[in-house]
């Protein structure tokens, strides 16, 4: 029998569930080159620690890995139900919490750690949040005009904050908890248009993650946002890396100047606070606050007699 240690938290809402002990050997290299190795050799893994029947579609995965860069405290590679992710701020969020709960993070309360895209920084401040100091993040197209099937034509930026996001501020859509059926779909629609009219980031990246603002109304914040990820799933937070998206934009369209806050609430009503700063190298680093709740401390157990221990997915179903 398979066994794999996982620790749950949520970051405002939205799970991550760290992998700790158990998980796949990816030998040695930079967190790109081990998630290609995971993603080869590995992927049933990765089904069968997010998918149903012992995940579900809103999960986000992490495996903890030893880093590669020696300045830094611990590398990882994100996932969820569809494959694997660039960059997660609310994972991050939750693995700092997770580390601290095992008392693995250092007296000065900061962490350094490697993702496929760069390195991260996550620090406490006095009143328990974690802040992520995210990679370079940057506004690629503004005001681009799709038209997108069903629901006539939107305007929207097209931004990098660790994943790529397609930033959408005009349109007709009630964002709100109870729309979420209409939202998804026209989150799927949405990725459609891109698909068909070939737009992608400027990387050659697909633009996988859909993000839909709208005002903040009934919490103290600066918008709410609804966002679709790669797996079909809605972020229950207000996603570190489309708000480092969102912060992007913001500051390329003169709006938002370093340091001055600017707080992102989701369409479960959680709240991230972000600012910008400048790196020695003019880069946009983007800075998210929020914090993290620890939910379970589980031994996943991977039956050989199990037809479902890789999780439910089209391979498995029959
Ligand atoms: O917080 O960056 C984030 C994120 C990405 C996907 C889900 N959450």
């Not at 991550?16 to 002990?21: C, F, Y």
């Not at 340091?259 to 992102?264: L, M, S, V």
């Not at 479960?268 to 983007?286: M, N, R, Y």
Request: with cysteine.
């Amino acid at each position: 029998m398979q066994r794999i240690k996982v620790i749950d938290s949520h970051t405002g809402g939205e799970p991550t569930r760290l992998i700790i002990d158990g998980g796949p050997d990816l030998g040695q290299g930079t967190m790109a080159e081990r998630r290609a190795r995971f993603q080869e050799q590995h992927d049933h893994l990765r089904a069968a620690v997010v998918n149903e029947p012992r995940g579900s579609d809103a999960f986000v995965g992490g495996l903890l890995c030893e880093p590669d860069d020696p300045s830094c405290d611990v590398g990882v590679i994100y996932f969820n139900n569809a494959g694997y992710i660039n960059m997660c701020v609310h994972g991050t969020i939750g693995l700092a919490v997770t580390l601290d709960g095992l008392g693995r993070v250092p007296s000065h309360r900061h962490l350094r750690i490697e993702t496929p895209v760069g390195v991260v920084g996550a620090r406490w401040d006095d009143s328990g949040n974690v802040t992520v100091a995210n990679v370079p993040s940057y506004r690629d197209h503004a005001d681009l005009r799709l038209a997108v099937d069903g629901f006539g034509t939107v305007t929207a930026d097209v931004a990098w904050g660790g994943n790529w996001f397609l930033l959408v501020h005009e349109h007709a859509l009630e964002v709100s908890f109870e729309n979420i059926a209409q939202l998804t779909a026209f989150g799927n629609a949405a990725r459609r248009a891109l698909t068909h009219e070939g737009i992608r980031g400027s990387d050659g990246g697909e633009i996988d993650h859909i993000e839909i603002f709208a005002p903040a109304e009934g919490v103290d914040a600066d918008s709410r946002n609804f966002v679709l990820c790669p797996g079909g799933a809605y972020d229950r937070s207000p996603c570190g890396t489309g708000t480092s998206a969102k912060l992007a934009c913001l500051h390329a369209a003169g709006v938002l100047d370093e340091g001055a806050i600017w707080r992102q609430a989701s369409i479960v009503g959680s709240i991230f606070e972000g600012w910008v700063t400048k790196d020695a190298h003019g880069q946009l680093i983007p800075h998210i606050r929020g914090n993290a709740h620890l939910m379970g401390e589980t031994t996943l157990l991977l039956d050989p007699e199990d037809p479902f221990r890789y999780g439910i997915t089209s391979a498995t179903v029959r």
